[in-house]
């Protein structure tokens, strides 16, 4: 199992370092820019392998060959999100870098490669990474809800007392401002969170949630990465062990809720495939509407680009 890992930056190689911990990889390209920092990283981790007790073969260069014919590629290359700039800015440094990255890609990898996006902003880099390598929409795939997820899954558990494993949670919709919460579908051990938690507690709780990635930055200047990097690495185990786990990703949409031609989470099958199938659940009126804002923030940044 060959994965390429492009950006070796905080959360590049923390994914590096989850794929040889739980050896779900005997190969890691990291590629960067930087060619320092992607050897340093590589030979970083491994220094670390016997106590590690993994035997994968870590690269790390700036060289796309090296990356060549691997089974899923990972995208973490951009400029870093500084507090204050605009998620506007932001895509269009990104996005450049998501059209040099995705020309290299399409050149080394093969018809089954699958690529995630975790780039920011996710859903309309995604769209850029699809429209340049032309793959069909099973094998580009960016990582929001499951992150999201994972963080409103945290605040649950805490507030409970009780193992965040125990807690379900989906959330769609954009991955930033405008994701979507969906409280109705949250349980604690099969429990619904609205028999256990007041009304106010679960807004606070949504509203910590969408501030989640913002709050680490805020507190330590620079964007999380560590659970960015737990998040992904339960979407590449559930692609390669073909596990078929329902996730919420940012997917592209043909005609699913209503929408079309637009990256956006929303929950899926992960299987061999990349993506497996969508799941359209039910919304009530104000999910809709949050929703639809958060399509409209996506396609306000991608109707501008010419690809
Ligand atoms: N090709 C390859 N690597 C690149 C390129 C490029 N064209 N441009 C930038 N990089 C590299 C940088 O050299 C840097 O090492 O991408 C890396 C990004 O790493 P960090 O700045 O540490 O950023 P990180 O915290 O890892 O976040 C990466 O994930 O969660 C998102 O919002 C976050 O978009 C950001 C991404």
Known sequence: MKITIVGSGKVGSS?????????????IVLIDINEGLAKG?????????????????????????????????????????NPGMSRKDLFDKNAKIAVEVSENIKRVSNSRSKIIVIT??????????????????????????????ARMRFYIAQELDVAPENVTAIVIGGHGNHMVPLVKYSTVGGIPITQLLSREKIEEIVERTK????????????????????????????????????????????????????FIGVPVVLGKNGLERIIEVELDEEEKKKFLESINEVRSLIEKINL
């Open 120 to 149: 920011n902003p996710v859903d309309a880099i995604s769209y850029v990474v699809k429209k340049v390598t032309g793959f069909d929409r099973r094998r580009v795939i960016g990582l929001s809800g499951v992150l999201d997820s």
């Open 211 to 262: 501030r989640g990635g913002a709050e680490v930055l805020e507190t330590m200047g620079f964007s999380a990465f560590s659970a960015p990097a737990s998040s992904v690495v339960e979407m590449i185990e559930s692609i390669i062990k073909n596990k078929r786990k329902i996730l919420p990703c940012s997917v592209y949409l043909q005609g699913e809720y209503g929408v079309n031609d637009c």
């Open 41 to 81: 990283t590589a030979l970083d981790l491994l220094h670390a392998s016997s106590i590690d007790h993994h035997a994968c073969r870590i690269v790390g260069t700036k060289d796309y060959e090296f990356a060549e014919d691997s089974e899923l590629y990972i995208i973490t290359a951009g400029a870093p999100r």
């Open 15 to 27: 994914i590096a370092r989850l794929l040889a911990i739980k050896q779900l990889a005997d190969e």
